[in-house]
């Protein structure tokens, strides 16, 4: 299946831990960094901030090792199944969905 990138040539990649099934984060990759990721074993994504390639865990050693990489249906984004060590969020919590809280919905 073809890739459907945005404007900028990125997507968004889904992280979730191989074995909970947990979503530990959310990055964005552009064909290079998915590239790396499946033949490196790490991920890799494309820091929209700082316009550079970052390989998760080099610096603080939260490193997620690649199970499995998938596209969805429409080619926009993918997932990849990790084994990560360590907290995945820069805060030091275990996921940045945890880190962030919830939102209240309104009925």
């Known amino acids: 299946m073809d890739l459907k990138l945005d404007r900028d040539g990125l997507l968004p990649a889904v992280i979730q831990d191989a ?6 984060m959310v990055g964005y990759m552009d064909p290079e960094a998915l590239r790396r990721t499946r033949e490196e ?5 494309w820091s929209r901030s ?4 970052w390989r998760k865990g080099d610096t603080s050693g939260h490193v997620q090792y690649v199970k499995r990489v998938r596209i969805d249906c429409d080619g ?8 990560q060590i360590g907290p995945a969020c820069h805060t030091g919590a275990a996921t940045c969905f945890e880190a962030g809280g919830d939102l209240e919905i309104s009925r």
């Open 19 to 24: 074995s909970s099934r947990e979503v530990l």
């Open 41 to 45: 074993g790490r991920v890799t994504f």
């Open 50 to 53: 700082r316009q550079e390639y």
């Open 76 to 83: 926009d984004t993918v997932l990849v199944e990790v084994e």
